[in-house]
């Protein structure tokens, strides 16, 4: 008996050779009547003994398995990736793979994808909000207000003071009449200069408060008394952006243009200029923010876009993993790369670059490599389905 048997499959073995022995007593001593009964409890006997036997043998063999395996399980591995088993985890060139043999590829529905290396010039994935202009267009009626009425003062002061210049000339042919004309004259002017000092108080104020919370090159727009680009945006013919970059990102120095779109349709996207930093910050994001002015073309205040700005202007070499390849799990992207006609490794997607219809990524996958681009969450289901039964088996 085996010395590594566990000690209950030892004492259950000893039990049923005594038994046998028994019976063997028994059947040569009891007369023929009972022999029948003797046969039948013999082979019940030899059948528990194969039973336990068997199960010994079964979780042996397991512990071999994670031990290295035994010599016939050894031997299957050292034969080539096409010979192993039709299904399972096994490790090939280092990786760790998923088996499927063909007919379980076709009922899984499995298809790949063949990348072709790209250049691509990495993004900035962002937010943008079309912004509502009314604000900015309230503080501009109040300047133009305080502007108008400085107009009528200043005028107002004008004339008030070439009436006290008169008075003051004939205030020496005129003795004490002209002279109390001349001190009303004076009052006057002091009335109308006090007046205009009030007005252009309210215009540096509406000025200062607009560019806290606009920017100067907004204010300037808004507050100029013929601005091109500002009445582009009154006619609508163009619309005020908001992008928000993540927290901890800053827009690249030269970037005159981003891209926005509505609900990540990059191939719709329309180009955006570059107007200037915004003062303020999305109270949720927290990131920085610019302001950009696109055309119009269907975008409405309140939209909510997705934004892509140049992280660099060198391009880079690299591949582009479909969305459909990414399996979402563990808190982590991951993509089935196949490795022959029956393995696939699971490798981790990078997705802080995002581009048109993926993700591009330098390093994960390379080119000419296929990834699962149907099929892959079966994939991982079978991966781990594998993983599961071996932890069971020890």
Not at 167 to 192: F, M, N, P, T, Y
Not at 312 to 334: C, F, M, R
Not at 351 to 380: H, R
């Amino acid at each position: 008996m085996r010395r590594n048997a566990p000690r209950a499959l030892r004492v259950s073995l000893w039990l049923t050779a005594i038994a046998v022995g028994a019976a063997a007593l028994t059947y040569a001593f009891i007369p023929g009547a009972y022999e029948n009964a003797v046969s039948e409890r013999f082979a019940q006997l030899r059948d528990q003994a194969t039973t336990m036997i068997a199960a010994r043998d079964d979780k042996a063999g397991s512990r071999n398995a994670a031990d290295g395996g035994t010599d016939t399980q050894q031997a299957a591995r050292s034969e080539g990736p096409e010979d192993g088993p039709a299904s399972g985890v096994q490790v090939v060139a280092g990786e760790t793979t998923v088996a499927l043999d063909a007919e379980a590829q076709r009922r899984a529905g499995l298809r790949t994808e063949a990348l072709s290396g790209v250049t691509f010039t990495p993004e900035i994935a962002a937010l943008g909000r079309v912004v509502d202009l009314q604000p900015l267009l309230a503080q501009r009626a109040r300047f133009s207000s305080a502007r108008a009425q400085a107009a009528v003062v200043r005028a107002t002061l004008d004339a008030a003071k070439a009436d006290y210049d008169r008075l003051a000339g004939l205030s020496r042919e005129e003795g004490d009449i002209a002279r109390k004309r001349l001190l009303q004259a004076d009052a006057d002017v002091k009335r109308a200069e006090a007046e205009l000092g009030r007005y252009d108080a309210e215009m540096r104020s509406v000025r200062d408060e607009t560019r806290q919370q606009w920017g100067p090159v907004l204010a300037s727009w808004a507050l100029a008394g013929s601005s091109p680009e500002f009445e582009r945006l009154l006619a609508h013919e163009d619309v005020l952006l908001l992008v928000t970059l993540p927290p901890g990102t800053s827009l690249p120095a030269g970037v005159a243009t981003v891209l926005a779109a509505k609900g990540g349709e990059r191939d719709r996207a329309v180009e955006a200029a570059y107007i200037s930093p915004a003062p303020t910050t999305d109270p949720v994001v927290q990131g920085e923010t610019h302001f950009f002015r696109a055309k119009a073309e269907g975008l409405r205040a309140g939209m909510r876009l997705d934004v892509w700005a140049k992280q660099s202007q060198t391009p880079e070499s690299g591949v582009i993993v479909p969305q459909d390849a990414v399996v979402w799990a563990l808190g982590q992207a991951w993509a089935y790369v196949q490795i022959d006609k029956r393995h696939f490794a699971r490798r981790p997607i990078p997705t802080d670059t995002q581009a048109p219809g993926g993700w591009f990524v330098t390093d994960a996958v390379k080119d000419g490599e296929s990834v699962v681009v149907a099929g892959a969450q079966i994939l991982y289901a079978e991966e781990f389905r594998w993983q599961i039964r071996n932890e069971d088996d020890n």
